[in-house]
């Protein structure tokens, strides 16, 4: 564990801790996540200004992903249309990979980060990416309505839930990479481009 | 515990589940709040509809309060302001009421459902609520020059992570709270609305 | 009266006259309205700046509520809705305060300021709200199709053409109250805010 | 008076009543305007639907142009900057009209029809222009800075009430006429388009 | 040829090259418009600045007009639409010319500069309004409905590729007479205002 | 020639043409580009629809990057900038593609495409964006102040009428390629990400 470190330019409007000096669960996560990933992802080494943040940042992200209704690729569809729509450089990018990764389709996520509905989506993933849309842009409009429609292409009430959850989370999420100014590890742009058979 | 209750109509898009059918951690957060309460203020009934992520959601709402560089009611002062401009019913009514007590202003929360810009808030405050509006309102548009206006009216470096978090957080409170319908337990409406010297 | 004074504080980006200095008709009115309500709301000290501007704006709000094929408690809904809308402070608190009343509902006010599509109103009243908000932030886009809406749920033609009276009238009062930055009365905030049987 | 109608054609939404069948006041009123302009506009024929609305309408209109410390050109640019901003059709071209009339300028009101900041007006006319069109577009950023500006140009404390009262009536005006969809008379849109000298 | 000029005040935030100093094609093209006109148009004296620009823009708006599966009039019914949303002096006026010409109807621009849906078109042509408003302001919401909504009210293939691309030309047009400040000449004020049989 | 073919999928709205059935000068151009690039790019198949209009819409962007006095990478960063804020996968991707070529940093067009106030730019390149961007989403609040700003930061004359001139013909392009529902060739997203030294 002693070579690993944090990167300085992981954010730009607040100091990026040195790895030794933040508590021994955050050096945990992180270098377990380090080794999965072959890299640590600027988004660890920035939550780690704040370990108490840290720690219920990822708690909250890893009941996103773990306890689910909805496919391990359709929740990275949802960060990538809220990202592309808020704008966020550190979640267009970072999650763009992952998206690539899950969905197997190396231009899915250039498509959502423009505008989800040119996406190569399902009908049923079009409704979802409607109703994440408009409750990242005007949460106010969001009526029983949308509900229904998401009922009526097959999703499940816990799924519907899902469904708002990762959104209202990335809209949290992208508020703190944008307002830190995080940026995304060079391996995120070039990942998983290659197409998969 | 034996006569708790989940309210029924503490949101109208999800079922509240019975408080005797919730895991026992949550049981316990719930009879704690219930307790300093009064009463079991909705969001923990409709949250509890997906163990997971209460607590998560209350984990992170809980490290905002208690691990903070800023004043409890800046805090609310943040919440309330944000959830007008996102037109939250739930957290304008429910977060209103704790700003009243915690600033000892019967008229604040009403200000700020309104429009920050009116309220009696100190220079210093109005300019963590134009940050906190901004970020919530055209996160793309946050630049340094927001950071450094934080800055100039003191805010610590610590203060200033934190506006920005508690503005993310309820970026997703809001989102959760008005996708699922959540309502304010008749109780918040008129807390807190005497004087106080 | 000569006990009668007007609020310095009713507004603080013009001079709130001295009640003895302004018109007969003026002192009348106010005085007449100050015994109705047990104190005077301040829209009618901040608009004795200009006399012949109070005439035009008392005459016009009274021929909104007396002449009206309208319920009362509709006409103050669609002035809270709009309101809320605008974000108008002195029109939130102090026509909130009128909605309780005619209501009879403690809450209404509350959600209607916040969203009016989370509010407790009739299907035939949402629709009514629709347009009024409609007609608030995209004037532009209003069309037949509307009107239409507002006849279906069987609103009467001079029902139709009072809506949108009252809805008009308020973005008036609304910019207003904003631009001289009117503060509501203490007493409005916490009006009729227990239940009524 | 046996001659006088009213076009039927001057509002869409809503039927124009017979001149025989309304109140005399209202009959004088038409009479009077008509002689004056050599034709009846379409806004007075509208408002006899509703002869209490008719009277407070044009009685809160006289009080802006009959007592104020505007010059009445200035008055007409307010008008025609917040009716193109709003994008109404009767108001742009009615008040089109007035505004040529009274500025002698053929060319201004296509100017502020389309956009306020390339029209010939004096510095002084453009930051008077930017706080009513701002108080139309976003009326809750107002602020006491807006009115400093218009104060450091040199408007007296009553012509900035002037301004937000004249910006305020268009913007009930503008949308009683494009609910009612109100149609400028044939006159409006050619009147005064020679040059003067 | 000699007397060939052009204004000076044809665009504010460029100079006007002298017409003796342009490339001959310019001069054939300016003198044959100059000679159909009655006066040389300022986008012309405009767009001189830039001798390939010059050539490009107008062979590309020559393409539109000539070669085109709709009514002449129809695509300056979308000109005066798009320039309308957008807001420029330029476009407004010299086009609103152009279709009192085309169209016989001398109020059907000030119609559209201010609001298409309350202009005296047909349905088919609101359809097609509606579509070339919705490209302009929120270009990503276009879906395969609304080309089928055009389809529908029978616009042929080559006419639905015509509708989006004088509304695309129209949103670079626009963005250039605004950005350079471009000034209609007097002449298109007052032209073809006159009724026509 | 024989083999040169044009991808059905290079557009979704509208058929491709067969490349033998196009005129013989877009065969020529779309031949030599193919050769260039090594692939024949969508928007050259997709614009074979209608020659005319290819014709215009290629001599405008070729006179936009061979007549200008902005740097190759400086037009290129507009293109993306612009083309992110409007949302437009094709304009995203394969002039994000172009940029990194140019600009020979493999992570730019990901920053601009994503929000250009968070890219590795020159101060000087940031005024041009802003500039650009403010021209793309609110063309009518340019004014006189953002010539300058420009001007201050060392654009020339020149210059700044190119910024504007690649800002709005990508307003047209960028509406174009999402009207016709134009997908990007695979080879563009992946193209130049590895990095150069």
Partial sequence: MSEQTLDDDAMRRFPVPDFDDIPE????????????????????SAFAYKPSHFRAFFD???????DTALDRDEVEMIVVAVSGVNHCYYCNVAHGALLRIYSKNPKLADQLVANYRQADVSERQLVMLDVAVKLTEEPAKVTERDIEDLREVGYSEEAIWDIASVTAFFNLSNRMAMFADMRPNDEFHGMARAKRE
């Avoid at 909250?60 to 773990?66: F, G, P, Q, R």
């Fill in 25 to 44: 669960d955050l050096q945990a996560r992180i270098a377990e996540e380090t080794e999965r990933a072959g890299f640590t992802p600027n988004v660890f």
């Fill in 60 to 66: 909250y992200h890893d009941a996103l992903v773990e």
